[in-house]
Nanobody
Framework: QVQLVESGGGLVQAGGSLRLSCVASRSTFTINYIGWYRQAPGKQRELVAT???????NYADSVQGRFIISRDNAKNSVYLQMNSLKLEDTAVYFCNARVRRALSTSWADYWGQGTQVTVSS
């Protein structure tokens, strides 16, 4: 079981920056993948960025070069530094943890409650 709490959302001007934080109830070292998804009004939830326990990162094409994901295992935290924000980045951002079940090829997913990011012109 993993509990996740996000923070850092808010209102920001286009071109500005924002940093999101997610604190997990267990060490991120034990979480196979942890990262961020977002859901904009009228759209499906989509992957933004993830980082594996081994440090491998993955970004959506739409945020590549603008967003940076990082983790701090000592603080059980993962962060999303968002730069050069665009109107299309407006969404609810959710922290996600994916943990592989023991002796299994299946995954267990855990989600935070979400934090709103609104980008204005």
């Amino acid at each position: 079981q993993v509990q996740l709490v996000e923070s850092g959302g808010g209102l920001v001007q286009a071109g500005g920056s924002l940093r999101l934080s997610c604190v997990a109830s267990r060490s991120t070292f034990t979480i196979n993948y942890i990262g961020w998804y977002r859901q904009a009004p009228g759209k499906q939830r989509e992957l933004v960025a993830t980082v594996s326990s081994g440090g491998t990162t993955n970004y959506a094409d739409s945020v590549q070069g603008r967003f940076i994901i990082s983790r701090d295992n000592a603080k059980n935290s993962v962060y999303l530094q968002m730069n050069s924000l665009k109107l299309e980045d407006t969404a609810v951002y959710f922290c996600n943890a994916r943990v592989r079940r023991a002796l299994s090829t299946s995954w267990a997913d855990y989600w935070g409650q979400g934090t709103q990011v609104t980008v204005s012109s």
